[in-house]
């Protein structure tokens, strides 16, 4: 008894590990959602941007258009306004926890 259970154990390990492994293309490339992680490097580089990775895995983080423009509320800005310096983030995404201005208010967010 003790003997088919070491072996129903294994096979469940086994299986297990399994599907904890990376996905592949036919030419042995790991894959990330799906894409090649070169690919979506070099697409964002080309954007102008650079790869940073939160928990959220891999991101292409890029400069915003008015990063550092004076603001009084979120609407106002491509990504957030940092309620510190009432001012646009520089980047999205912009890890971190801080204040932004939210209907002209402070809030408090957290970005992995």
């Known amino acids: 008894?003790?003997?088919?259970?070491?072996?129903?154990?294994?096979?469940?390990?086994?299986?297990?590990?399994?599907?904890?492994?990376?996905?592949?293309?036919?030419?042995?490339?790991?894959?990330?959602?799906?894409?090649?992680?070169l690919l979506v490097?070099?697409?964002?580089?080309?954007?102008?941007?650079?790869?940073?990775?939160?928990l959220a895995g891999p991101q292409c983080a890029s400069a915003q258009p008015d990063a550092g423009k004076r603001c009084r509320d979120n609407s106002e800005c491509a990504g957030f306004c940092l309620a510190e310096t009432r001012s646009c983030t520089p980047v999205t995404p912009y890890f971190g926890c801080y204040d932004v201005l939210n209907g002209g208010e402070p809030a408090t967010i957290c970005v992995d």
Not at 6 to 22: F, R
């Open 1 to 37: 008894m003790k003997r088919i259970f070491a072996i129903g154990a294994a096979v469940l390990t086994l299986v297990a590990l399994a599907s904890c492994q990376m996905a592949e293309t036919s030419g042995g490339a790991a894959v990330v959602g799906g894409r090649s992680p």
């Open 41 to 54: 490097g070099q697409e964002c580089e080309a954007a102008g941007g650079r790869m940073v990775v939160g």
